[in-house]
């Protein structure tokens, strides 16, 4: 069955440094990726979409670029803030095994410092 | 706003009982989902709905149930053969077309056995 695989946490950075959360996933057939964020005590919000090889999404500076041959949706920031505190989830949806259903990672929790 | 709201935000549930999780939407999606989230763990699909009156199990569903008599309303019943039912529940509501279909989540409500 499809699987995502995250880097495990926590990260912990000091503001302005770079970001990388690593994700990389198995699956059947050709699925869209999606990284979400979760803030303490709240639900997941998009963060970012891609849908087929080479895409690349983008949102509050946030990058992650869908790459087919490394079956792999890395997501980078180039300067964090404190602000950027959270928990990142790397999911897949939209391949045979899980029409319209999101398969997640673990996530992984950033903790940014002034 | 448009948007997806849960109730109660925290629920406090004696063993043996029953419990009931709201979930309403105002987005005119016409798919949703129930979801479970553990410390530490990412999200596991419990139930979904793709159409009013429908609805399939997810990965996770012994314990619990659901219906979809309305398309704004998926209410999530927690039962007393959920073994250790106490986790963070988030529902997520989708247009339902499919892949690459983005899902949308509410603010989720913490359940706790005492």
């Known amino acids: 069955g499809d699987s995502v695989t995250q880097m495990e946490g926590p990260v912990t950075l000091s503001e302005e440094a770079f970001l990388t959360i690593n994700c990389t996933y198995t699956?059947?057939?050709?699925?869209?990726l999606f990284w979400y964020v979760q803030y303490p005590g709240e639900g997941l919000q998009l963060l970012l979409k891609?849908?087929?090889?080479?895409d690349k999404g983008s949102n509050k500076g946030f990058e992650a670029t869908y790459r087919k041959e490394t079956t792999s949706f890395h997501l980078e920031k180039g300067s964090v803030q404190v602000s950027d505190s959270a928990v990142y989830f790397c999911?897949?949806?939209?391949?045979?095994?899980?029409?319209?259903?999101?398969?997640f990672g673990a996530g992984t929790q950033v903790v940014v410092t002034p | 706003d448009g948007g997806i709201t849960q109730s109660p935000k925290y629920l406090f549930r004696k063993e043996g009982q029953n419990v009931t999780l709201s979930c309403e939407q105002n987005?005119?999606?016409?798919?949703m989902y129930w979801y479970r989230q553990d410390p530490g763990q990412g999200l596991r699909l419990i139930y979904y709905?793709?159409?009013?009156?429908?609805?399939q199990k997810g990965d996770i569903a012994e314990g619990y149930s659901v219906s979809r008599e309305k398309k704004e309303s998926f209410p999530l019943t927690v039962t007393s053969a959920q073994k250790n039912p106490t986790a963070f529940y988030l529902c997520?509501?989708?247009?339902?077309?499919?892949?690459?279909?983005?899902?949308?989540f509410g603010p989720g409500t913490r359940l706790t056995v005492l």
């Open positions: 987005l005119n999606h016409d798919a």
């Open positions: 891609a849908t087929k090889a080479d």
């Open positions: 997520a509501s989708s247009m339902g077309q499919g892949f690459s279909d983005t899902q949308y």
């Open positions: 999911a897949l949806s939209g391949t045979t095994d899980s029409w319209g259903k999101l398969q």
């Open positions: 709905s793709q159409i009013v009156n429908d609805f």
């Open positions: 699956a059947t057939g050709y699925p869209s």
